[in-house]
């Protein structure tokens, strides 16, 4: 015949305890082992069987700082990783070479030129100068440009109406 483990009971004062019967309510608090969830007592984390040489369970600071490590060295990692995956690329050089009316916007070309050492593309950001403070902008993605190269390609836009106007282009690195 198997003896079946001591039920779980709750901690002092919570009001599950005034649910107990009065001889469960002066049992030892109890919870299960982590490792095979049989009943320890609430300072204790493993059983006599899971922890026979009786070693000291890690305190919640030596756990919560090997977490926060692991955290911390999975963000240096990504920033290297980042930083190489984009070391030499650009910056971009853009100019305007045309502004057309087009459908309900405008058809520009740019030249853009990769001035870095590495090949890559990036967003041109293009405005009208006339439009100080808030004035709507336009945004050009550019194809890959190989280091040093120049391209000349035609982007529609529709963020600034379709009247061709003097528009300045700003382009950089990603």
């Known amino acids: ?17 005034a649910a107990l019967p009065p001889d469960a309510q002066d049992a030892p608090v109890l919870h299960g082992c982590v490792r095979c969830g049989a009943p320890v007592a609430i300072d204790v984390g493993l059983c006599d069987e899971c922890n026979p040489l009786g ?3 890690p305190a919640s600071s030596q756990v919560h700082g090997t977490a926060l490590l692991g955290i ?3 963000v240096v990692i990504m920033a290297v990783v980042a930083r190489m995956a984009f070391a030499g690329v650009g910056p971009f050089k853009g100019d305007l070479v045309t502004v057309a009316a087009s459908g309900d916007g405008l058809a520009v070309t740019l030249m853009v030129t990769n001035q870095g050492t590495s090949a890559g593309a990036t967003t041109c950001v293009l ?4 439009a100080r403070y808030g004035g709507a902008n ?14 000349t390609f ?10 061709p ?3 300045v282009v700003q382009c950089s690195a990603p």
Do not use: C, F, K, W
């Open 1 to 17: 015949m198997t003896s079946s483990p001591a039920p779980l009971t709750s901690p002092a004062g919570d009001p599950a305890q």
């Open 55 to 57: 070693l000291a369970d």
């Open 72 to 74: 911390v060295i999975a």
């Open 127 to 130: 405005n009208d100068p006339v």
């Open 138 to 151: 336009g945004y050009a993605e550019t194809p890959r440009i190989d280091a040093g190269q120049t391209v």
């Open 154 to 163: 035609t982007s529609q836009i529709t963020q600034l109406g379709g009247t």
């Open 165 to 167: 106007r003097l528009l």
